[in-house]
Structure formats: structure tokens, C-alpha cells
């Protein structure tokens, strides 16, 4: 296994061409173990989605290094890219972003599918009954409750087994008390399956549930609190 879930070293990245150009990340290093869990925080174009489309390989970086699970992505082409990504990143959005022609076992088990499993069916199952809907396996997202929504898209996102989990707002849709539920069900699973977790919200008070909490802002990290564990809040 290797040392760091996610390396990044003096990571620039700008975006756009010429009077529209824009430098959005400056110098970024970050550090994040395996099965550890962040918090990313910050104000509203602070670089936050950005640095998780950088660490998704979704944004190719103008200079410095990058290495997922081990993997430099400098040697990888766009397609194979794509298919590491697949395998060995999930991804759970503020909005569910399921199919609303697909019941919950489809949503889970067509990208497995896809993935080429053959036991795609089976382990979709699985890991619906793991988040509490094992008896909702037929109904499609237009019969679930947002929480239920939002269980179905963990499910799709830890399927197949990846090595990182992006929660970009995972609770932003939901009300209080469901929110909580479903930030429950994230940290229980993640360590459960030794999933490194990167979480970007703007409730400080979910933030603190991680391991660590990383402030970025102005396409910068604040180091002290990249280098500072998380006091728990009582």
C-alpha cells in the first residue's frame, strides 16, 4: 500500500486563456494517509472544487505532482485516466445524480456493469442492505425520500471498493436531522472499508468530525490548519 492515499506537491493551476485567465491553485501541497479522513473548507471560490477536480484527474495541472493511491497521474492518458478513476475513486454530490428511469439496485449495479463485473447485481444488493435499504431495492428515486436518494448514491460511490471518497456537500440537500443521519452513514463506512475520505462542506461542525481539517482559500492552503489535527468538539 502506499505511503499517502493522495500526494500533491507544489501543485499551480490556471484556467482559461488570455484576459480570462485565471491562476485558481497556487503552490498546493497536501498530504492525506490512507483511511485518513479531511475536511476541506473555505469560502466560495476559495479553490475548493477546483483541488477535487485536480485530485478526480479531472483537471490536468500546470506544474507540480500528483499521485493517487500510489499512481503519478503525469503517466496516465485521458482514457486510462478514466479508468483508474473508475475503479479507484467514488464520488456522492449535494445533488443524488440518479438515473430517475433506473430503480436503486440499477443505479448501483449499472456503473458496475459497465466496470465490467460480473457479479455487478449481487454486490449492488449488498451494499444497499449495508446502507439501510435493503427493502426499497425496486423503487426508483421518484419513490425515495431525499435521505433514501441519498443513500443509494453511497452505495453507487463505495461499490466499487474505491480507494477515495469525494463528499463534495453530501448533507446540503437534507434537512438537519437526516443530514446528520447520512454524515453518520458516510464516516461508519468509510472506515469500515478503509476508505480515505475527503470531505468539502461549509458546516464547520461536520468538518470537525474528520480526522483533519484543511482550510483552503484564495487557491492556497493554510497550512497551520492542514498541519493541525481536529479538536473534537464535545
Do not use: W
Not at 500526494?7 to 488570455?18: F, I, M, R, S, Y
Not at 485536480?54 to 499512481?71: F, N
Not at 448514491?153 to 466499487?160: D, S, T
Not at 443530514?179 to 470537525?208: K, M, P, Q, Y
Amino acid at each position: 500500500m502506499s505511503e499517502h492515499a493522495i500526494l500533491l506537491e507544489n501543485v499551480d493551476l490556471t484556467l482559461g486563456a488570455g484576459a480570462s485567465k485565471v491562476h485558481v491553485l497556487h503552490q498546493v501541497s497536501l498530504a492525506v494517509a490512507p483511511a485518513e479522513s479531511i475536511g476541506l473548507v473555505g469560502p466560495s471560490g476559495s479553490g475548493k472544487s477546483t483541488l477535487l477536480m485536480v485530485v478526480a484527474g479531472l483537471e490536468r495541472i500546470d506544474s507540480g505532482k500528483i499521485a493517487i493511491a500510489g499512481q503519478d497521474y503525469a503517466g496516465l492518458n485521458e482514457d486510462a485516466l478514466a479508468a483508474f478513476r473508475g475503479d479507484r475513486i467514488g464520488f456522492v454530490f449535494q445533488g443524488f445524480h440518479l438515473l430517475p428511469t433506473m430503480t436503486a439496485l440499477e443505479n448501483v449495479a449499472v456503473p458496475l456493469e459497465l466496470a465490467g463485473r460480473d457479479d455487478a447485481f449481487d454486490r449492488a444488493r449488498s451494499m444497499l442492505e449495508q446502507v439501510g435499504l435493503g427493502e426499497r431495492l425496486s423503487h426508483y428515486p421518484a419513490q425515495m425520500s431525499g435521505g433514501e436518494q441519498q443513500r443509494v448514491a453511497i452505495a453507487r460511490a463505495l461499490a466499487v471498493k474505491p480507494a477515495i471518497l469525494i463528499a463534495d456537500e453530501p448533507t446540503g440537500n437534507l434537512d438537519s436531522e437526516t443530514g446528520t443521519e447520512i454524515a453518520d452513514l458516510i464516516f461508519r463506512s468509510t472506515r469500515d472499508n478503509g476508505t480515505t475520505l475527503v470531505l468539502v462542506t461549509h458546516d464547520r461542525h461536520l468538518a470537525e468530525r474528520c480526522d483533519r481539517m484543511v482550510r483552503i482559500a484564495g487557491g492556497r492552503i493554510d497550512a497551520p490548519a492542514q498541519d493541525q489535527p481536529v479538536l473534537q468538539s464535545a
